[in-house]
């Protein structure tokens, strides 16, 4: 059949970006068809991660141009990850999630190439993440993260003044979502804070003080914490609670019910008791979409230079309308993990108990 209308280029909106000059473009940013060329064929992308930030993140890097994905993931799919972890059907529950995350963009996406990694990110040599131009992450947990950042950071060296050497800057976007709730930042380690220089952003899990939970609940919550905190212990004593016993959740749902009850509390549900019990937030595919694209569009201003990249932390909130805000964080100057350190140098002669004494008062070695 012949085309009525010709199909518009699958790169129409890319070279906006990359065809034409811009005042925000970065140094080496030269607009014509080679930038795009160059990104199809040097930029080496890893995506951590293939939940649900993660599928969002391959879709949108392979339909941005980006042609060399790989993508690395410890998980294999369940039936409870298939109303967001849309790259997913029925039939490929219990496989993992990287390889049929990574065959089912090759499907609709034609010239990407995607290597999967079916495998636990500490599997993996430190130069394996040295192979990529950016890391992208798309992780529901601190320590995951900690350890990609400890990574990347690993690769940075600073030169005698203490700047740092722009060849071993691993960049990494880093994207997080928590229900309505989500952010995206730029790593640029060196320049940018690193995951660690800003660790205190992630507060320590919401814990009720046990005299509100004891004396006076105000919310659902209050009385499942009731439940399973106090009541739990006082009933079963040495039996520990088991939060994927069903009996066990039973038992708390139920004692919850009296409590809230007892107080005139309404809202106690049993999936509500789950979710209190295990900490559980539900996930929201419209905010890893929004985060997910947020991520793939500093990825590409870092691969290209096409546009200065977020100055470096954004946070989007949807929980009531659509809330966002770019917020620049600061360097710690003391982090470990990516400061430039101090220098030490000791003879080889020299033993561990002078190097450690070295290190807690300063002084010279002899
Ligand atoms: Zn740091």
């Known amino acids: 059949m012949a085309d009525v209308s010709p199909q518009p280029s699958r790169s129409r909106d890319l070279d906006k970006l990359l065809l034409r000059p811009g005042n925000l473009v970065g140094p080496r940013f030269e ?7 160059d990104l199809q064929t040097y930029a080496r992308v890893l995506v951590v991660g293939a939940g649900g930030l993660g599928c969002e993140l391959l879709k949108d890097l392979a339909l941005t141009g980006f042609r060399n994905l790989e993508v ?13 972890q849309f790259l997913f059907r029925l039939e490929d529950v219990g496989k993992p999630k990287a390889e049929v995350a990574a065959k089912r963009v090759m499907e609709r996406i034609s010239g990407v190439n995607i290597v ?22 798309g992780l529901d947990s601190i320590e995951a993260r900690s350890y990609i950042n400890s990574v990347a950071c690993s690769f940075l060296e600073y030169d005698s003044d203490d700047n740092p050497r722009e060849e071993t800057i691993k960049p990494m976007v880093d994207g997080g979502t928590e229900g309505f709730k989500g952010h995206a930042r730029v790593i640029l380690p060196g320049i940018t804070p690193c995951f660690e220089c800003t660790i205190w952003l992630f507060p320590p ?15 659902a919550a209050h009385c499942i914490e009731y439940a399973h905190l106090i009541k739990w212990n006082e009933v079963h004593g040495a039996t520990a609670f088991d939060p994927d016993n069903p009996e066990h959740m039973k038992w708390v749902y139920d004692e919850a019910l009296k409590r809230a009850e007892l107080f005139g509390i309404p809202g106690v549900t049993y999936s509500l008791t789950q979710g209190v019990v295990k900490n559980i937030i539900p996930a929201i595919a419209s905010t890893n979409a929004i985060i997910s694209a947020a991520c793939a569009l500093e990825t ?8 200065k ?3 470096n932390y954004l946070t989007y909130n949807g929980t009531q309308g659509v809330h966002t805000k770019v917020t620049e964080f600061e360097r710690d100057k003391e982090c470990l993990v990516c400061g430039p350190g101090v220098l030490i140098e000791v003879e080889p002669s020299v033993t561990l108990q002078k190097v450690i004494s070295q290190l807690l008062t300063s002084e010279p070695l002899r």
């Open 31 to 37: 607009p014509g068809p080679e930038m795009r060329d």
């Open 72 to 84: 690395i993931d410890m998980d294999r799919i369940e039936v409870t990850n298939l109303n967001r």
């Open 116 to 137: 999967p990694h079916f495998c636990r990110i500490e599997d993996k040599d430190i130069s394996f993440y040295n192979d990529f131009n950016i890391i992208a992450l």
């Open 205 to 219: 899990q919401v814990k009720f003080p046990l005299c509100t939970l004891a004396e006076t609940p105000r919310t």
């Open 300 to 307: 590409l201003k870092i691969a290209t230079e096409c546009s």
């Open 309 to 311: 990249t977020l100055s």
